[in-house]
């Protein structure tokens, strides 16, 4: 397995690509993860493969983007799509990728990285776990506001998107995100992103995580 080349994906490979992380984290990885693998999407370029005998049997993905804290903006590597065919496990094609892709990480400048996982598989790599959890408890008396309504981000428009992300970019600390994929970012991982309006006026945006049943980023305009 050593003689195994890590090589970048083509745009010929996102039909087997789709289908090894299908199988290997049992999701519809398109719905999960539209940020990368939409259809509508170009992002082969980020994912790094290895084949045997002409079949893809391992990969892995890194994107680089910017982290804005205050005033300074940092550049982080985003590892993620590690995995590798059931076949070819207990080999070291993992091991090889992380090298691989923490050879990239350096060599592009990044400042640090993040990677989704398993903390006991990836703190050989020097990956250390780190979260940041808001716990807030509301009376179920308390009055609702009847002009509060919420609208699905898939039903919204380019005008919610634009305040959204208006809003999101108002934080002291925050990862860059475009226009075009600011909704993919948050309803990745089978989450719901929903507008905030009052009356007929967008104020905000929340992302709610049914499995764990969080809300994972909530927006709102503070009028103070």
């Given at each position: 397995m050593?003689?195994?080349?890590?090589?970048?994906?083509?745009?010929?490979?996102?039909?087997?690509?789709?289908?090894?992380?299908?199988?290997?984290?049992?999701?519809?990885?398109v719905k999960s993860v539209p940020v990368l693998y939409n259809e509508n999407k170009n992002r082969m370029k980020n994912h790094y493969i290895i084949k045997e005998d002409d079949k893809i049997v391992a990969i892995f993905c890194l994107l680089?983007?910017?982290?804005?804290?205050?005033?300074?903006?940092?550049k982080i590597g985003e590892i993620g799509s590690v995995c590798v065919h059931k076949d070819y496990r207990n080999q070291g094609l993992m091991q090889q990728m992380l090298n691989y892709a923490n050879k990239l990480l350096r060599e592009q400048n990044c400042d640090m990285a993040f990677l989704s996982g398993k903390y006991e598989r990836y703190h050989h790599f020097l990956y250390e776990s780190s979260n940041q959890c808001y716990y807030v408890s509301y009376s179920a008396?308390?009055?609702?506001?009847p002009d509060i309504h919420f609208c699905k981000m898939e039903d919204g428009n380019n005008e919610y998107v634009d305040y959204s992300l208006t809003l999101y970019e108002q934080s002291e600390l925050y990862i860059k995100r475009t226009k075009k994929d600011f909704i993919d970012n948050c309803i990745q991982w089978c989450k719901e992103g929903y507008f905030i309006l009052h009356q007929s006026h967008i104020i905000g945006y929340l992302v709610y995580f049914p499995l764990e049943n969080e809300i994972e980023e909530i927006k709102v305009e503070d009028k103070k």
């Open positions: 050593n003689d195994l080349k890590i090589e970048i994906a083509q745009d010929q490979d996102a039909d087997e690509i789709i289908k090894l992380v299908n199988l290997c984290f049992e999701k519809d990885m680089c983007r910017d982290l804005v804290c205050l005033e300074d903006t940092l008396s308390r009055n609702i506001n």
